[in-house]
């Protein structure tokens, strides 16, 4: 069948606004934010498009994110990272979740870094964590592959609780230098713990030196990765700040991983990576991609419309 080239236009952009549709409503459910302590000034309801692409946040503690909009309209989930933290105490865990109303609890903050070892996990969760009537996720546990560390240590914590821990998910972290690195350690838990949903509540590129643009890559394929991997549960790209007040307040974390993967910009507007969770890969990426792989199309594109290539 041919076309006039009047047919093609409204067809081609019905076909990219359908794909930019379709990737936007992979995401409710699943995408959330990590909020830190000295995020005061920022709103997280701009991150909330009303439709539950992003629909959950945490900011490490179990009190209620600071911010300038309260949760912003998210369901917030409370986060035990500490055996004892001043700002969090354990003693007062069940009336903030009483109070709070969260449905969820994150547990311990990469114990396997802190000096926590799985035995002394494993009893402080069973005294403290297993009387909530919530879903509960094991401690966040970093990537490393070192014996005793990362996934080795939440298997010697389970076999610490010998059966007596009540969990709903595996939490696991991530920094690395590539996609493919990412995709093989979350099916890799996904492997050692089948029968439980895996959380991702940090992870981006290690400090790449191409920045945003880089960082931006490589959640586009991540992204798409999770959205599609029934396995997993909840996803939380590291980290929903600005680039200013990530440097000042964490310049170690800052130095880490860098500030290309920061959700917000320095004036409070969402950034790249901001806008790319919030709204999937969506129409930009969508031509992004096909500019790379079938730019004949788009050429001819532009060229109707006499817009320069």
């Known amino acids: 069948m041919k076309l006039s080239a009047t047919a093609i236009i409204p067809l081609t952009l019905a076909s990219v606004s359908l794909a930019a549709s379709t990737s936007r409503l992979q995401g409710p459910g699943k995408r959330g934010l990590v909020w830190p302590y000295y995020n005061n000034a920022l709103d997280p309801g701009r991150l909330n498009d009303g439709q539950g692409t992003v629909n959950l946040i945490y900011d490490y503690e179990t009190y209620a994110p600071m911010s300038s909009n309260g949760n912003g309209g998210l369901a917030f989930i409370g986060m035990q990272r500490c055996l004892d933290c001043d700002s969090s105490p354990i ?21 396997d870094l802190n000096g926590i070892n799985p035995w002394q996990a494993a009893d402080w969760y069973k005294q403290h964590i297993n009387p909530l009537n919530i879903k509960k996720a094991l401690p966040a546990v970093t990537s490393s592959s070192n014996p005793g560390q990362g996934l080795d240590w939440v298997q010697q914590m389970l076999n610490a609780c010998n059966g007596g821990c009540y969990y709903d998910y595996i939490n696991i972290h991530w920094y690395g230098q590539s996609f493919a690195e990412f995709e093989a350690h979350v099916n890799d838990a996904h492997n050692r713990f089948p029968n439980t949903q895996i959380v991702i509540t940090e992870f981006a590129l290690q400090n790449p030196a191409g920045g945003q643009g880089d960082q931006l890559n490589f959640f586009r394929q991540a992204f798409a990765f999770l959205d599609s991997a029934p396995f997993v549960s909840m996803y939380f790209p590291f980290l929903a700040s600005s680039p200013s007040l990530f440097w000042a307040n964490d310049p170690n974390g800052a130095g880490y991983v860098g500030t290309g993967s920061t959700l917000y910009n320095d004036d ?42």
């Open 91 to 111: 003693w007062q865990l069940p009336a903030r979740q009483q109070d709070l109303g969260f449905a969820t609890i994150f547990t311990l903050n990469e114990p």
């Open 268 to 309: 409070g507007s969402i950034s790249a990576v901001g806008q790319l969770l919030r709204n999937g890969p969506g129409l930009v990426a969508t031509l992004d991609s096909d500019i790379n792989t079938n730019p004949t199309w788009i050429q001819a594109l532009f060229r109707v419309f006499g817009w320069a290539w």
